[in-house]
């Protein structure tokens, strides 16, 4: 009977814990009807979905992520349009001197181009307004002077010096230098009697080819003291200052 009794006992209180077991699991599960204690439960047929709720808001803008790595750099694009041309910049340093050219060829030499003379008288003027014979030389090497007629003839274009000096006594002196027939200078000495004077003169002249220079007396025969003699000299010279290279001579 004591036995019997116990394992009642034992069965109400297990059933009791099933019990409560199953209240404990319908309160966690809302969405599952309510069990009665000790029934018999059956699922009902599924509900109908329900209505899309509302959108709810925007939530808020997450923190920056770390920096990426660098990407590989991109097709060069098309060339733009040129600028507008800007100032001129400041003026930079000067250069350090470059290096020497190449030599140049071989000029004309300068020999070719010499022409000069120098000559004296050896007595007195014999005839006014004739050219004047000096025949005494001192140099003539390119015998541009010529003694028979006493005049320069221009061989080389260009421009010339000529001077005279000349020892007056007796008379006065009246002398021209001319050019192609022209008086160019007039040098006029009074002579001063029981003496010796001295009159000179000189001129650059630009000279063709062709051209002849003199000296000769200028007036009649009262001016015509030109005087030479062992101890006294009258000269006359000229020679090429430079000479014209585009002439083609």
């Given at each position: ?13 297990l059933?009791?814990?099933?019990c409560?077991?199953?209240?404990v ?40 992520g ?36 190449l ?31 000096f025949t ?29 000096h ?14 192609k027939d022209?008086?160019?200078i ?5 002579y ?6 001295q009159a ?6 630009r ?16 001016d ?19 000479p ?6």
């Amino acid at each position: 009977m004591k036995r019997g009794s116990s394992l009642l006992f034992c069965s109400l209180v297990l059933l009791l814990k099933l019990c409560c077991y199953l209240e404990v699991v319908a309160e966690e599960d809302p969405q599952q009807p309510p069990r009665g204690v000790c029934a018999n439960w059956m699922s009902g047929a599924p509900g109908y979905p329900g209505h899309h709720g509302t959108p709810g808001r925007d939530g808020r803008d997450g923190k920056d992520g770390e920096k990426g790595e660098k990407g590989d750099q991109g097709v060069p694009g098309l060339k733009g349009d040129s600028g507008i041309l800007g100032s001129a910049g400041v003026a930079g340093p000067q250069g350090a001197p470059g290096s020497p050219g190449l030599k140049g060829e071989k000029g004309e030499t300068a020999s070719r181009y010499q022409s000069a003379f120098s000559v004296g008288l050896t007595a007195r003027v014999p005839y006014a307004n004739l050219p004047i014979r000096f025949t005494k030389i001192f140099y003539n090497e390119q015998n541009h002077y010529d003694v028979t007629t006493g005049k320069f003839r221009c061989i080389f274009p260009g421009v010339y010096y000529f001077a005279y000096h000349l020892t007056v006594y007796v008379a006065d002196v009246k002398v021209s230098l001319f050019k192609k027939d022209t008086a160019v200078i007039i040098t006029y000495d009074k002579y001063q009697k029981d003496d010796v004077d001295q009159a000179s003169g000189s001129v650059l002249l630009r000279l063709e080819y062709g051209d002849e220079v003199w000296l000769q007396v200028y007036g009649d025969e009262t001016d015509n003291g030109i005087y030479a003699d062992n101890v006294n000299d009258s000269t006359f010279m000229g020679f090429l200052l430079y000479p014209n290279l585009d002439n083609g001579q």
